[in-house]
């Protein structure tokens, strides 16, 4: 079974920048997918982005496209969500999940690293 666990939330001023890392436990990440998602204070969880572990492809949601970006380090078994240009409108809880690859559902996540974009 894989564990993840996120880091590397916190306060970041508006423009500023963060990068949130997602650490993986237990069996290989080949044939999985990684996918990133917040949910803001009163809002419905929304996905981020996503990288296949395998071939390292990934999708962005439109909001984040050329701010956001998701990657993976095979040897550290772990991935990342560089985030630049932060917006206010970017605070959340930040998530990281896992699905087999062909899946339609999500059904491993981490705990969640608060985000917030504030002067």
């Known amino acids: 079974q894989v564990q993840l666990v996120e880091s590397g939330g916190g306060l970041v001023q508006p423009g500023g920048s963060l990068r949130l890392s997602c650490a993986a436990s237990g069996r290989t990440l080949t044939n999985y997918v990684i996918g990133w998602f917040r949910q803001a204070l009163g809002k419905e969880r929304e996905f981020v982005a996503a990288i296949t572990w395998g071939e390292s492809r990934t999708a962005y949601v439109d909001s984040v496209k050329g701010r956001f970006v998701v990657s993976r380090d095979a040897d550290r078994k772990t991935a990342f969500l560089q985030m630049y240009s932060l917006k206010p409108e970017d605070t959340a809880v930040y998530y990281c999940?896992?699905?087999?690859?062909?899946?339609?559902?999500?059904?491993?996540w981490g705990q969640g690293t608060q985000v917030t974009v504030s002067s």
């Open positions: 999940a896992a699905k087999f690859r062909g899946s339609t559902e999500y059904v491993i």
